[in-house]
């Protein structure tokens, strides 16, 4: 069975490898560019799982997870970060209740195993 996917990436070069790599193995792909964009498509989509890279103008990952968790809890929630800090780590988990935090660059087949 397909999964819907979520992808949200500032990022147009991310968000088209991100669609290439799930949608080749069937899954539904929906994307947005911003928190924001992503917040309002929520209001209309139930995803499988939000993949939401963490620094984003106007609303970063973990705010727009943490907006997810609410309006759809059952999604499940991954972060992408280019910082690969720990502090935004724990604030995700705490937060957002994020299933895991993945640095970028990340490796396609080490992403789709976590998925």
């Given at each position: 069975m397909a999964n819907h996917i979520l992808l949200v990436d500032d990022e147009s070069d991310v968000l088209l490898?991100?669609?290439?790599?799930?949608?080749?193995?069937?899954?539904?792909?929906?994307?947005?560019?911003?928190?924001?964009e992503a917040s309002e498509l929520l209001?209309?989509?139930?995803?499988d799982l939000i993949l939401a890279d963490y620094q984003m103008p106007e609303?970063?990952?973990?705010?727009?997870l943490r907006e997810a968790r609410?309006?759809?809890p059952d999604a499940m929630r991954i972060l992408l970060t280019a910082h690969g800090d720990l502090n935004v780590a724990i604030e995700a988990i705490n937060v957002a209740d994020v299933y895991n935090f993945i640095t970028k660059p990340c490796n396609n087949n080490d992403l789709l195993l976590t998925v």
């Open positions: 490898v991100l669609k290439d790599l799930f949608g080749s193995r069937g899954d539904q792909v929906s994307s947005a560019s911003n928190g924001k209001e209309t989509i139930s995803p609303m970063n990952g973990i705010e727009l609410a309006s759809s």
